[in-house]
């Protein structure tokens, strides 16, 4: 089943507070640039599909405090970009993603990252980042390549290759250096019975997590 909005958006807020109540809701949108623009960001994409009809009015409103946002941390991520659930920005500044990428559930990205797409060569193309990924401060991945399931990309890596799941890639260019993964860096992952069906209301429930 594909998570609904407020799923996803309860993934991505366990991601910063370890729950998934009202008060974490308030702490991290007040708190947390990154859970505020990924707030506007699902929401756009969300209304992007009936701005047509009714949905016209909530996507001006979200596009403009999204765009607002976008110029106050620096980041540039678009609301085409396929984005799993738990989507976690460690720190704002300078992160710019292609609207052509695909990232899986629960990434982790730092500050300075860039997962953009390229216009030549063998790899014309967007990145598709697996789950639970790890991107380190000022790391680079560009062009059509795979990155796996658990993988790290270290601080300053840069990216034009596929990596298998587990990986660890350090350097420029990039190398494979181990395959410890990113066990211990992605954390706070909501468990999967906790995504309940498109019932839910936006007040994201008072449901504890463990």
Partial sequence: MTPTLWNKLRADLY????NTRVRDFLAAYLQDPGFRYTYYLR?????????RSIG???????????NHYRFKYGFDISPATHIGP?????????????????????????QGVTIGATSRGARIGAP?????????????????????????IAPG???????????VVLGNPGKIVSHSGSKGYVNRMIDA????????HPDLSDHQNH
Wanted: proline share 5%; charged share 15%; net charge positive.
């Fill in 157 to 167: 890596a840069y990216v034009n290759f596929d990596v298998p799941a587990m990986s």
């Fill in 56 to 66: 016209l009015l909530p996507y001006l409103y979200n596009r403009l405090r999204l």
């Fill in 86 to 110: 738990g989507f976690y920005i460690g720190h704002f500044g300078g992160i710019v993603v292609s609207p052509y990428a695909i990232l899986g559930s629960d990434i982790n990205i730092a």
């Fill in 15 to 18: 991601r910063y507070k370890a």
């Fill in 193 to 200: 019975p906790t995504l309940h069906p498109a019932t839910d």
């Fill in 128 to 152: 598709t980042l697996g789950d639970r990924v790890w991107v380190g401060a000022n790391a680079i991945i560009v062009g059509r390549v795979t990155i796996g399931n658990d993988a790290l």
């Fill in 43 to 51: 929401k756009v994409a969300f209304y992007s599909h009936w701005k």
